[in-house]
């Protein structure tokens, strides 16, 4: 069974960033794609960014394009995201997601992924 525990989450002000992680325990010699995805409330859960397994492919929404950046170190089972120059519309739980590594596609759609974290909150003021 794997489990996936993000953290970082919290309050920041417009501009700023933060980095969230995700630690990924259990069965970890399987290999996964990783994404991120969030939901703000009243909204649908909706993409943000994923990585494949060897780190070849990654995908981001367009509103994540030039600000986010997805990574992941296989080696200690995490996975990160980087949020730069944040925004008021950022502001929403992000959770973390698993999929079977399959190649170079990278998923970006929710139902494509299996293995969910418990989320953590991002909120940004203006």
């Known amino acids: 069974q794997v489990e996936l525990v993000e953290s970082g989450g919290r309050l920041v002000q417009a501009g700023g960033s933060l980095r969230l992680s995700c630690a990924v325990s259990?069965?970890?010699?399987?290999?996964?794609?990783m994404g991120w995805f969030r939901q703000a409330p009243g909204k649908e859960r909706e993409f943000v960014a994923a990585?494949?397994?060897?780190?070849?492919?990654?995908h981001y929404a367009d509103s994540a394009k030039g600000r986010f950046t997805i990574s992941r170190d296989n080696a200690k089972n995490t996975v990160s995201l980087q949020m730069n120059s944040l925004k008021p519309e950022d502001t929403a739980v992000y959770y973390c997601?698993?999929?079977?590594?399959?190649?170079?596609?990278?998923?970006?759609?929710?139902?494509?992924?299996?293995?969910w974290g418990q989320g953590t909150q991002v909120t940004v003021s203006s």
């Open positions: 997601a698993a999929t079977y590594y399959t190649g170079n596609y990278v998923a970006t759609a929710s139902y494509e992924y299996a293995l």
């Open positions: 259990g069965r970890t010699s399987t290999r996964y794609d």
């Open positions: 990585l494949n397994w060897s780190g070849t492919t990654t």
